[in-house]
Nanobody, 126 residues
Framework: QVQLVESGGGLVQTGGSLRLSCAAS????????MGWFRQAPGKERELVAA???????YYADSVKGRFAISRDNAKNTLYLQMNSLKPEDTAVYYC????????????????????WGQGTQVTVSA
């Protein structure tokens, strides 16, 4: 059974930093592309950043230069370092693992991800 457990969310002031973690179990973590998504109230879930099994990365334009996705395959853990946070970054953040064929390849479509964590709240105060 695949489990993804996020941690590290919280309340931070504008300009602050947070580091999210996602502990994975029940899958060969190193073989999966992973993504961080977020969903703000009243908005659709959106991809923030993704990383392939080989370490290639993708970032949404809104977070480029501020967020960094990384993975530690030895620890089965995915990370999202978030710097220079803005109020518009406020959302529930979810980690997700690819599904289907070629699971190691990075994809940006939400439908390509089949395993999801429960989410962690990030709130950025003005």
């Amino acid at each position: 059974q695949v489990q993804l457990v996020e941690s590290g969310g919280g309340l931070v002031q504008t300009g602050g930093s947070l580091r999210l973690s996602c502990a994975a179990s029940g899958l060969t973590f190193g073989s999966y592309a992973m993504g961080w998504f977020r969903q703000a109230p009243g908005k659709e879930r959106e991809l923030v950043a993704a990383i392939s099994s080989g370490g290639s990365t993708y970032y949404a334009d809104s977070v480029k230069g501020r967020f960094a996705i990384s993975r530690d395959n030895a620890k089965n853990t995915l990370y999202l370092q978030m710097n220079s946070l803005k109020p518009e970054d406020t959302a529930v953040y979810y980690c997700a693992a690819r599904r289907g064929g070629y699971t190691g390849l990075l994809r940006t479509n939400l439908d390509e991800y089949g395993y999801w964590g429960q989410g962690t709240q990030v709130t950025v105060s003005a």
